[in-house]
């Protein structure tokens, strides 16, 4: 009986401390911070714009992930992946930071030129009406310090220094949510277009002021000129970024720009909803996956220790998605009633269909990060083109037989496929043969 009672208790125990769980326990507190404020804004933004704001607000975000991310280059998980391989040699170091900052200035001047440019055009493509310009011409400009502020945290991210990096977290998820609250309020829908292009470029000066004393924060390491041969090595993670930019968010913008023109803005926006607490309950995961799972795969170049951090990881992550997703599903009319208002009600149909190409996209990551740690570039790119294209097509095609609901039919069995093919991708690093 004693054995029996010892047994789930040292498991309980190993497993606690097992490194990604101590990152899991260490950003709680930052989740818990970001899910709150993200709580009150969606409440906030929802109940003054509606379900039609939403649907709008969900285009310009999805455009806006795509323009910060080539706004930096693409670099930030290469920033990651050097930076963690070469913190112990301060020549390399210097090399990579430095081609990083220039990359950087310049990527991010060019393309906040870009969209002040093509204000009006992207105003009626994006936006579907030409009454947002204002928006991107603020977009354009405020775009650097953005740039600069993810730079930043890429490096604390490969330095893994895990406290820093929580507390830069919590800092920007209450500033954040302050400045959006006020331009809601005050301004409306175009105060909560003008927030969501702006306020990650405010907390530039937060991480400034916050890395200021630490030993890398030196002109020191930023002073050379531009390297080729690093570049080189960086671009192999500019179009791998970039293509993971563009593939989701367009896919999001084909679809939605779809539901709201033939179908129903207000499904639209229930859609968007779906997302947004996806996109609360995925940053539980993604933000851990970021801060540990990057920079210890980029750490490891021996098969077997490769292996094993995997299975540890799955071993973490499969029950405490059960357990998550099972919660969310049972108390999804709560959940809707608290984030949003009556209108919103109709989307607790999209629930279970999310919630399992949420289950089988995250048990994806786990081998698709070994793309990125590992400088795959043709297999990444190829696999987030190709599975981006079956998302389009088939939610297109189940949308004709199940309106918005398919869309979310089509997430999941995209999922499915996903990691189908990333255990066949890696079956030889998985049954114990030599990684290729």
Request: charged share 15%; aromatic share 16%.
């Amino acid at each position: 009986m004693e054995k029996l009672i010892m047994q789930p208790l040292l498991l309980i125990r190993k497993i606690g401390k097992a490194d990604i769980v101590k990152v899991f326990s260490l950003t709680a507190i930052s989740t818990l911070v970001r899910m709150l404020t993200g709580l009150i804004s969606v409440k906030v933004v929802a109940s003054i714009i509606g379900p039609l704001g939403v649907a709008l607000l969900g285009q310009l975000n999805n455009f806006s992930s795509m323009v910060l991310t080539l706004s930096s280059g693409g670099i930030n998980n290469g920033i990651t992946k050097y930076i963690a391989e070469y913190k112990e040699d301060n020549d390399k170091m210097t090399t990579f930071l430095s081609t990083a900052l220039r990359i950087t200035i310049i990527c991010s001047l060019f393309t906040g030129l870009l969209i002040i440019l093509f204000n009006s055009f992207l105003s009626r493509v994006i936006m579907l009406s030409p009454d947002y310009n204002y928006v991107f011409v603020i977009f354009g400009f405020t775009i650097l310090f953005y740039a600069l502020n993810m730079m930043l945290v890429s490096i604390i991210n490969g330095l893994k220094e895990f406290r820093k990096y929580v507390k830069i977290s919590i800092a920007g998820s209450i500033i954040g949510l302050f400045f959006t609250l006020v331009f809601v309020f005050t301004l409306g829908l175009p105060g909560a277009l003008i927030s969501a292009v702006t306020f990650q470029s405010v907390l530039f000066f937060v991480t400034l002021w916050m890395v200021r004393k630490l030993p890398w924060f030196n002109w020191s390491f930023f002073r050379e000129k531009l390297n080729i041969e690093v570049s080189k090595k960086y671009s192999r993670y500019t179009l791998m970024t970039i293509v993971t930019a563009a593939t989701l968010p367009v896919s999001q913008i084909l679809l939605r720009g779809y539901v709201i023109s033939y179908i129903s803005p207000i499904e639209a926006g229930w859609w968007e909803a779906m997302n947004r607490i996806s996109g609360m309950y995925l940053m539980v995961i993604t933000s851990s996956f970021s801060v540990y799972y990057l920079p210890r795969l980029s750490e490891l170049s021996n098969n077997v220790e490769l292996r094993h951090e995997i299975f540890k990881a799955y071993k973490v992550i499969i029950p405490m998605l059960i357990i998550g997703f099972t919660l969310i599903y049972v108390l999804r009319f709560f959940i809707i009633r608290v984030l949003f208002t009556p209108e919103f009600f109709p989307m607790e149909k999209l629930f279970i269909w999310q919630l399992l190409g949420d289950f089988f996209k995250i048990l994806s990551w786990l081998l698709a990060f070994l793309m990125v740690a590992k400088s795959m570039t043709k297999a990444f790119v190829s696999t987030e083109i190709i599975f981006a294209l079956t998302f389009v097509g088939m939610g297109f095609l189940f949308m004709h037989w199940n309106a918005v609901i398919g869309i979310t039919q089509a997430y999941f069995i995209n999922s499915v496929f996903y990691l189908l093919y990333m255990i066949f991708l890696f079956r030889k690093l998985l049954i114990n043969k030599i990684f290729y």
